[in-house]
T-cell receptor
């Protein structure tokens, strides 16, 4: 069975500081990994995804994530955050087992302070 | 043009009532989903349809019944509403069941049962 753990429920950070949101997964087979962002009162939208190939994945809004198979991690980073990055961030995993399901982590609330 | 739309956006109703939420996608996708997001932002899959056929049916009370009249629409009917049904319900779609495809989410329907 697949599972996802987001290690921080809340991450406060000052504007223009770097940020890392941590995600660990478990799976017995090859996986696909995703980061989604949810702005207040909106649905989720894709930030980036890892399917295969280069372990460093670049997404929208200056975010990037690194797939680390040995540590089963897929941490999300941004070198300099803006107030507008304040949102809930979800890590998700899917694969060829698990019956077509995508498993979402519990979310990390990123709060950017001026 | 909204890719995945849901109606209504807000739904306030009393215990015991029956209500429906409608979802439509104009992306030409084959697969659609219903998720429930609780007050702690935890996202749980409820149902998934692929080309009008049910492929995921999680442990959901049978008061919840999805219906897919065609592959662009997936509706959710809820009978005998209970207080615990209060949540935000998201519809989503993906190109098909391939786990590497990302999901596109609607704006959500906030259901409040009083």
């Amino acid at each position: 069975a697949q599972s996802v753990t987001q290690l921080d429920s809340q991450v406060p950070v000052f504007e223009e500081a770097p940020v890392e949101l941590r995600c660990n997964y478990s799976s017995s087979v090859s996986v696909y990994l995703f980061w989604y962002v949810q702005y207040p009162n909106q649905g989720l939208q894709l930030l980036l995804k890892y399917l295969s190939g280069s372990t460093l994945v670049k997404g929208i809004n200056g975010f990037e994530a690194e797939f680390n198979k040995s540590q089963t991690s897929f941490h999300l980073r941004k070198p300099s955050v803006h107030i507008s990055d304040t949102a809930e961030y979800f890590c998700a995993v899917s694969g060829n087992t698990g019956g077509f399901k995508t498993i979402f982590g519990a979310g990390t609330r990123l709060f950017v302070k001026a | 043009d909204t890719a995945v739309s849901q109606t209504p956006k807000y739904l306030v109703t009393q215990m015991g009532n029956d209500k429906s939420i409608k979802c439509e996608q104009n992306l030409g996708h084959d697969t659609m989903y219903w998720y429930k997001q609780d007050s702690k932002k935890f996202l749980k899959i409820m149902f998934s349809y692929n080309n009008k056929e049910l492929i995921i049916n999680e442990t959901v009370p049978n008061r919840f019944s999805p219906k897919s009249p065609d592959k662009a629409h997936l509706n959710l009917h809820i009978n005998s509403l209970e207080l615990g049904d209060s949540a935000v319900y998201f519809c989503a779609s993906s190109q098909d069941v391939n786990p590497g495809y990302e999901q596109y989410f609607g704006p959500g329907t906030r259901l409040t049962v009083t």
